[in-house]
């Protein structure tokens, strides 16, 4: 049996997991399966997540499953739908990532703003 520690402890049937089966929690951002037990990244435009990606690094991380869209790198782990998100036209990739970008130059204005300096 396998305990996960998500809201609260699941217990798991290990044989399950085994077999294949992942089993998600109630929003998506954490999941334990053959893998072992990984929880969602940070989806977001701070350094801690994707604001220090290149788009050409989110691209690759979408369509070939790599660890910060960088080569000879691990697997991307779920609950990351990557399949899904790999079947994206570049044009719609490039959306998303502008979107993201975008975001931190709207934050940072915003900060720049705040603090007087615009």
């Given at each position: 049996?396998?305990?996960?520690?998500?809201?609260?402890?699941?217990?798991?049937?290990?044989?399950?997991?085994?077999?294949?089966?992942?089993?998600?929690?109630?929003?998506?951002?954490?999941?334990?399966?053959?893998?072992?037990?990984?929880?969602?990244?940070?989806?977001?435009?701070?350094?801690?997540?994707?604001?220090?990606?290149?788009?050409?690094?989110?691209?690759?991380?979408?369509?070939?499953?790599?660890?910060?869209?960088?080569?000879?790198?691990?697997?991307?782990?779920?609950?990351?739908?990557?399949?899904?998100?790999?079947q994206l036209t570049?044009?719609?990739?490039?959306?998303?990532?502008?979107?993201?970008?975008?975001?931190?130059?709207?934050?940072?204005?915003?900060?720049?703003?705040?603090?007087?300096?615009?």
């Amino acid at each position: 049996m396998l305990n996960v520690i998500v809201m609260r402890t699941i217990e798991v049937n290990g044989d399950e997991i085994k077999k294949g089966w992942v089993l998600f929690n109630p929003d998506l951002t954490a999941s334990a399966g053959p893998r072992g037990v990984s929880f969602a990244a940070n989806l977001t435009s701070d350094p801690t997540g994707i604001g220090n990606w290149s788009e050409a690094q989110f691209r690759k991380a979408l369509r070939e499953e790599k660890f910060k869209g960088l080569d000879n790198t691990r697997p991307l782990l779920p609950p990351m739908p990557w399949p899904n998100f790999g079947q994206l036209t570049d044009a719609d990739i490039k959306a998303v990532f502008t979107f993201y970008s975008l975001r931190t130059l709207y934050k940072m204005l915003c900060r720049r703003r705040s603090n007087g300096l615009l």
